[in-house]
């Protein structure tokens, strides 16, 4: 196969209709963006069932703040699957521009386990992102001209105006604003805030909706505020809904790329998993499925947020049939640090603290199997880890009676996760799969919140004020009780306190806020100290991002 060199990566890319043939997608059903990516525009595969190949769900143990190596294993594994002969396709996020330019940089893998081109899917990709930016602030200007033009005693109460506007950097001094002041030419002032991308409802939005009506018809159904009698205004009532799906029609068609072994990959929407569900399109990976063999997706996160959802939300939604395998990602490094190990001294082996810190691995397990889906669990290997300390990690798993293998995706690539790839495919072909969710749509959304707390998070009881109470019961009376729980709280432990490590006990999980995303289809429930718009850490990716003379993007990863 001829390849194309480009100086940026320094890789061999194949031009991506070489990639996209791999799983019959031709030519002519492809809008170009550059050589090495492009769009999918085959409408058939957003609504038709088709064949189905086998979809394997990766999520991981509760992160350290770098993670765990779960998008590399993704990547990875895929590989991994086409090298066993099975024709795979991987479907992942979008990156936000948040993180990459916050805390963790670039979100496309490492070593040989990458997709590519790597920058440009990083920064702006095919600007799905920014349509997305741009369909929620049409949203709120309109909200905005609406109360100008109708006034204070207008249908909408200008005091419970409850859309926010967004933008996809983490700016935590965005989170409480104040518009409209300097006069009457400039609307009505009145307090409001700002969330990340990734958290807008028109995000999640995109990757729920199965087709362009669906989605129409869900962003209609968003709730902008309320009425001074308390009753809700839908985006439809405003005539938002139709121009904001025109914004939003290219972003609709799933991106394909590949990785470094010519993997076909398809990268679309992303919603965060700790604020938001967590899981790319259900429109890219209806498609893959069709076209593919095997599918291996990611959800963000550890199980108790990215894979609780994907299962009670996601899958819920009937667009894509739950998984037929789990692959959870631990490292030898996360079980030191929920042994209470501080991060300087992580490197060093010491096999008593990945005993200690396996309680946490041990609840993600439990966690999994309480969805009736096989599971594998894949020591993701850093280059210090000790065999000793991988081998009791792997005896620690055993005597859990789960299937485990170690994972040397990212110095190997393919080569490095054989054991792992045949442990997925005798999962997803031998594994029993009995598939159930956490809770029944008709319970009551107290009900959901505790169910997820006490099974899911090992919470002892949930906590909340009165008046979270009473919110809670008009959700229900507005008609959203059967809508699934979409719960916000922190990503660094199983509780909603980040300095809970390891496997927290006899906690109380303590409810803050709650509010119906009625487009989307569920309830967020807001969880501790958890916000919405990241701010950016002390140190952040941003300061060593860079570009050279010749057009080269340095510091992503």
Known sequence: MHKEHTSRQKHFLVPIEKIAAQIGIKEHELEYYGKYKAK???????????????????????????????????????????SLGQKTTAALREPSLGPVFGLKGGATGGGKAQVIPSDEINLHFTGDLHAVTSAHNLLAAMVDNRLHFDGPSGLLDCRRVTWKRVLDVDDRVLREVVVGIGGPLRGIARETGMDITAASEVMAILCLSKNLNDLKKRLGNITIGYTSDKEPIFARQIKAHGSMAALLKDAMKPNIVQTLEETPVLVHGGPFANIAHG???????????????????????????????????????????????????ATVRALKHHAGIKRKDLQEENLDAVEEGFDNLKKHIQNMRSFGIPLVVAVNRFTSDTDAEIDQVKQLCQKEEVRVAESRLWAEGSKGGQELGEQVIEAAVKDKNDFCYTYESESPIIEKIEQVAQKIYGAKAVAMEGKIRRKIKRIEERGFKNFPICVAKTQASLSDDKQLLGRPKDFTLIVTDVSASSGAGFVVVYCGDIMTMPGLPKSPASERIDITDDGEITGLF
């Open 40 to 82: 999918i525009n085959r409408t058939d595969s957003y609504d038709s069932n088709g064949r189905r190949g086998k979809l394997v769900m990766v999520t991981a143990m509760t992160p350290t703040p770098s993670g765990e190596g779960k998008t590399l294993t993704t990547i990875g594994l895929a590989d991994t699957l086409n």
């Open 279 to 329: 899981t790319n399109t259900v429109i890219a990976t209806r498609m893959a499925l069709q076209l593919s063999d095997f599918v291996v997706t990611e959800t963000g996160f550890g199980s108790d947020l990215g894979a609780e959802k994907f299962f009670n939300i996601v899958v819920r939604t009937g667009h894509i049939p739950p998984p037929d395998a789990v692959v959870l990602v």
